[in-house]
């Protein structure tokens, strides 16, 4: 009878004997709790900053670490992740086929141009925090704050050109310079935020006017495939009237200078035949005379010679026959 009695529930035995157990738990449960509050294990990317009553302490890095619990708070920082800022739309599924939504993302990424045009731009802002203090108590909210700049820096160098720059040739210009402006402003603000680079996504005209712009856009594409091609041509026809007409040049002039030397040596002759002429009148005419016979007489056809009355002729068919022969 007395061993039922030791084991009910209103048994003074009994009620000590759980109070133990619940007392063993509570410690067990206030130790585990100790225990979680006071370890805390930072990743290889990420760096710990700890502050007590609020004030900053001390910086730890990865591994596992110990700090005091209820005074003292943790804060994780991711810094050696590359980060990203997206504008004008979201990625709403990543991986290898990513599913991207423009949905609310208009109001910033449509801008005006220096020519007073519209772009819808799309870029993103790649970014790492290598000041972890800075990140987290110099600026409030410096998420909201990078895209602030952000925006701001786009829409300044994006209205500084022209909408032909904007959607062509001008995109990793702009790139550059909003990135320079980017780290700029970061690092005045003290925001703990090292750019590593911005990407112009897309760059569009707005969709009313897409259609008209892509035709104009199509319409310079074929006037610059036009005068490449008159280029071309021009390439091709010049240089060869070119040559040809150095080589005409140079055929005058050579025919020139041998009409010239030719004179000059016709001149020559002359002169020195009229110097002999005038030391001897007589026998130069008949030289000149013979000379002119032998080089005519054999272009001749029949011959007859005659004195100077005409009575006496004298044929020469046998000598023009064996000239023949």
């Known amino acids: 009878m007395a061993e039922q009695t030791f ?44 502050t007590r009553f609020g004030k900053y302490v001390r910086k730890v890095e990865s591994g596992l670490n110990l700090k005091v619990p209820v005074i003292e708070k943790l804060y994780k920082v991711a810094v050696e992740r590359q980060q990203k800022e997206e504008f004008g739309f979201r990625t709403t599924m990543p991986g290898i086929r990513s599913e991207y939504t423009k949905a609310g993302t208009t109001d910033e990424s449509l801008m005006l141009t220096g020519d007073l045009n519209l772009a819808d731009v799309e870029w993103v802002v790649q970014y790492r925090i290598d000041d972890p203090y800075s990140y987290l108590f110099r600026v409030r909210e410096p998420r ?32 550059s310079s909003v990135h320079q402006k980017i780290q700029t402003l970061c690092t005045e603000y003290s925001l703990g935020i090292r750019i590593e680079q911005v990407v112009l996504q897309d760059v569009n005209p707005p969709d009313p006017v897409k259609d008209a712009f892509n035709d104009v856009n199509q319409a310079v594409q074929e006037r610059e ?71 005519i007489i054999p272009k001749a056809g029949n011959k007859i010679i005659t004195d100077e009355n005409g009575n006496n002729l004298l ?11």
């Open 7 to 50: 084991g009910k529930p209103g048994n003074r035995t009994w009620i000590d004997k759980n109070w133990l157990y619940v007392k063993y738990t509570a410690i067990a449960i206030f130790i585990l709790l100790l225990l979680v509050t006071t370890l805390f294990q930072i990743q290889p990317e990420e760096v710990g900053i700890i």
């Open 144 to 175: 909201v704050a990078l895209r602030d700049i952000s925006e701001a820096s786009m829409r300044e160098i994006v209205g500084d050109r022209t909408v032909n720059e904007v959607l062509t040739v001008g995109r990793a210009e702009i790139a």
């Open 225 to 295: 495939t036009l005068i490449n091609q008159a280029r071309s041509e021009y390439n091709k026809v010049i240089p060869r009237a070119k040559g040809q007409a150095e080589e005409t040049i140079q055929q005058a002039e050579g025919y020139a200078t041998e009409r010239v030397n030719n004179a000059l040596g016709e001149s020559s002759r002359f002169n020195a035949l009229y110097y002999e002429y005038v030391k001897a009148p007589e026998v130069t005419k008949r030289r000149i005379y013979l000379e002119t016979m032998e080089e």
């Open 315 to 325: 044929p020469l068919l046998q000598m023009q026959l064996n000239s023949k022969k």
